[in-house]
Every structure is written in structure tokens, then in C-alpha cells.
């Protein structure tokens, strides 16, 4: 007994310790005396529930006092130093060649262990069902012995409906032959990397998931299964769809803008005097279109309303007191942001140079509507008028202003442009259809 690693320990008749071995003495924390101690030798004891409990209340004690053997029973150890040590007892009577009873042996054995592993096993439980990833297990048959709540949640069958059930229920036909190379991989040890494929749900949708498949070992290491990790990747999906789709319109009003540019440079090329007027002009305009740029950035790319646009193009030129601004919200498109930001540019550029805004007490009056037109199709009609502004009658421009109103923008929306040079002040009119100009409802609400 003295060898044995688990805690041995004798009593006599009265109840008094005869005998313990150091496996016994390591589990108490304490060494009790020899013919004194009672039944049992730890420094105290606890019920399960942690309330103490007398020495002569411990298993041992029992069967010694009923004269019977008594089934294998829980206790607490409580150390000189305050440690708790879970422990089963297994009392057993000895009797001499009478059968009369002359004592008793007891076998502590430890729980420390097995209660640290039902602990972890309880951690790892509560962590599968609480995973926002579906976590399911199989054995090496592949059939499923585990489902967790995001599985039910994730594929739409409930733990009866998929527990005892072929794996491949989740796989579309298609696909079959992944399940035979994961069971070859698990059968020799090894992790399955995470990869994306598709998976096929209790309703017969098809759904996006990662998946990450690792082996399930026995007590002796060998692999009896597979776990599963799945993991919906629809909405990542989706966003890379979005991306891609944002990247093509990006790439779509990228080009809009090099013609633009293009443009741009080869109009102020005739009408600038001097290469450094030239690179001035060249830089305001390039400028004029990164603020049209700012606003689609800032919205997303869903557009800009008619009077945002306005403000940004305007601040740099005239106070707000000289401006009048009236329109309905009408939330322009991002091809209507960008060429008519560059016609507010050239307005308020002329404006500021020859025009209204050169002259103290000059003012420009910007208003817009929409009203039905012809054949059913609703217009779009913007007006910008200069007021008490230098006369104007009778002049002519064909710099690069003029072929931006005139030519550019109202052809980009489909419309048309007109100028004219009146006594009172410089007037712009454009008309185009408000198809053209205004931003879709699917453009404008956000998902």
C-alpha cells in the first residue's frame, strides 16, 4: 500500500488511523497522527456543496458505524494552506477470519484531474453553442454527431433533424468530391486550411461559407472524426460584389473626367495668352472638378443635390448675399454632379472676371425646376442670371467657358445649352430631360 499512487489509508475498530500512505498524506497537505486521528486524515472537510462537513460524517465514518461497505462517494479536502481538493471515496470493511469487523481501508482517488477536464469540457461547450459560426462534428463516416444553434440557424435544420445524418446533406451535388478529399486528409491527420465553397441549406438555397476542418482525436490519439467550422460569408460576398460594381463606375467617371480634361487643356490651349495663364486656368479647372469629385465622395458616389453643388463651386467667389439660389431637392447623378460642377466653375469664373460678380452690388440669381415636358418625359430647366452686373449686349466669347455651356455639358445630360449677352447681365439657360440629370430612388436610399 505504501507503493500504490493513489491515497490508501486504514482505520481500526474504534475509528482510529492506523496507517496512510505518502500518496494519502500528499492529498491532505497534512500527515495526521497515528492512533489518534480519526476516521478520516484531512485537515477538514466539505460537502460538494462546500459546507463543512465533521470527520465523523466522511464516507469512511459511515461504513464503519452502519457495518456495511458503502457505494463510491464525493467530498472536499480543505488543506492546511486553503486549497480544495475534490475526492472520491471508496471505504471497504475488513473483517478477521470471524467476519467480525476489525477496521476499515479507504481509497482516495483525486479529482483535481477529471474535474479540470469537465470544466474544459464545459468551457468548450459553452463556447460551440454560443459561436456565431455554425461548429458541427462527424465521425470518420461522416456522419454528423454534433450541431450546434448556429448550425440550425445557418443551414435550417435542428440538431434531431441533423445529428445521425450524412454530412453530404449540406453538400450540392457539384461538390461531392470535396467531401471525399477531406475524409482522405482527416484519415492521415491532417488540418484542413480554411476555403471558401458553397454549401446547400434545408430550404435548397445555396449559401457562401469558410470552412475550417480539423481532426478529432480519442483518449489515445486516434482520429475517430472531424470537426467543422462554417462560417456565412454572403454579406462578405456581397460587399466584394458591391466593391467590384463600385470600381467599375468608379473607372466609368474616372474616364468621364480624363475626356473632360482633355478637353479642358486643348480649349484653354486657344484662348490662353501665356503658358503661365494657361497653367492657372488649367489648375482652377482642374480644381473646380475635385470639388464636384469631394461631394461624390463624401455621398458615396450616390450623388449631390443641385444647391450642395452650388455652395461648393460658389464659395470661392461670391458671398452669400449676393447670391439667390432656388430650386426643389433634386439630387443629381454622379455624370450630372461632375458636368455641371464644371459649368458652375466657368459661370462663377466669367462672372467674377467680366460679368456680375466684378462689380460691387452685383448679384447672379440661380434657380431650377421640374416640369413635364413633351411626350410625358419630365424636364430639368436651370437658369443662372446675372443682375446689375457691366452691360453685356452685343458680346461674344468662344473661350473655353463658352464651349463647356454651350457644348459640353448640355450635350453629357442630353440637353441643350443657351447663352446670352443681355444688357442687364449674362444669362445661361440649360434644358434637359430629368432622367438625365436626377439620381435613381435606388441610388439615393441607402441599403
Known amino acids: 500500500m505504501e507503493a500504490l499512487p493513489v491515497a490508501v489509508y486504514t482505520i481500526d475498530r474504534q475509528g482510529r488511523i492506523t496507517f496512510f500512505n505518502e500518496a494519502a498524506a500528499d492529498l491532505w497537505g497534512h500527515r495526521p497522527v497515528i492512533g489518534r486521528d480519526l476516521w478520516c486524515g484531512s485537515w477538514k472537510l466539505r460537502h460538494l456543496d462546500g459546507r463543512p462537513m465533521a470527520h465523523g460524517e466522511c464516507p469512511m465514518a459511515i461504513s ?59 468551457r468548450l461547450a459553452a463556447i460551440v453553442e454560443s459561436s456565431m459560426d455554425a461548429i458541427v462534428s462527424k465521425d470518420i463516416n461522416g456522419i454528423i454527431t454534433s450541431w ?48 471558401e465553397t458553397v ?66 487643356i486643348r480649349e484653354t490651349s486657344k484662348s490662353a495668352g501665356t503658358p503661365a495663364a494657361f497653367l492657372e486656368q488649367v489648375r482652377e479647372r482642374i480644381t473646380a472638378l475635385s470639388q464636384s469629385h469631394d461631394l461624390l465622395v463624401d455621398a458615396e458616389w450616390r450623388g449631390a443635390t443641385v444647391g450642395d453643388l452650388i455652395q461648393a463651386q460658389l464659395k470661392a467667389f461670391a458671398e452669400p448675399d449676393r447670391l439667390s439660389v432656388a430650386g426643389p431637392a433634386i439630387t443629381l447623378q454622379p455624370n450630372a454632379v461632375q458636368y455641371l460642377g464644371i459649368a458652375f466653375h466657368e459661370l462663377a469664373t466669367n462672372s467674377a472676371k467680366h460679368g456680375a460678380l466684378s ?83 435606388a441610388d439615393i436610399v441607402i441599403d
Open 64 to 122: 464503519m458505524l452502519e457495518g456495511r461497505d458503502i457505494p463510491w462517494d464525493q467530498a472536499i479536502a480543505e488543506r492546511p494552506d486553503g486549497e480544495l481538493i475534490p475526492f472520491r471515496a471508496h471505504p471497504r470493511l475488513l473483517r478477521d477470519e470471524s467476519g467480525k469487523i476489525i477496521g476499515a481501508i479507504n481509497t482516495l482517488l483525486d479529482l483535481r484531474t477529471q474535474t479540470q477536464a469537465d470544466e474544459a469540457r464545459m
Open 148 to 195: 450546434n444553434d448556429a448550425a440550425e440557424h445557418l443551414f435550417g435544420y435542428t440538431p434531431a433533424e441533423a445529428i445521425g445524418q450524412p454530412v453530404t446533406m449540406l453538400i450540392p451535388l457539384d461538390r461531392l468530391g470535396e467531401e471525399a478529399s477531406i475524409i482522405s486528409r482527416i484519415r492521415a491527420g491532417e488540418r484542413v486550411p480554411s476555403y
Open 199 to 264: 454549401r446547400m441549406r434545408k430550404s435548397g438555397s445555396l449559401v457562401p461559407v469558410s470552412l475550417t476542418i480539423s481532426p478529432i482525436r480519442d483518449g489515445i490519439g486516434r482520429i475517430i472524426g472531424a470537426s467543422k467550422i462554417a462560417r456565412d460569408i454572403s454579406s462578405h460576398k456581397e460587399s466584394e460584389g458591391r466593391i467590384r460594381l463600385l470600381m467599375r463606375e468608379v473607372n466609368h467617371r474616372v474616364k468621364n473626367q480624363y475626356s473632360v480634361i482633355i478637353s479642358m
Open 359 to 441: 462689380r460691387h452690388g452685383g448679384r447672379v440669381e440661380i434657380e431650377w425646376s421640374a416640369t413635364p415636358g413633351a411626350n410625358g418625359t419630365d424636364i430639368f430647366r436651370l437658369i443662372w442670371r446675372e443682375l446689375d452686373g457691366p452691360s453685356l449686349g452685343g458680346t461674344t466669347h468662344r473661350g473655353f467657358g463658352s464651349v463647356v455651356l454651350k457644348r459640353v455639358a448640355p450635350q453629357a445630360l442630353g440637353g441643350i445649352g443657351l447663352m446670352e449677352f443681355r444688357e442687364q447681365g449674362f444669362v445661361w439657360t440649360l434644358e434637359a430631360p430629368l432622367r438625365s440629370v436626377q439620381a435613381s430612388l
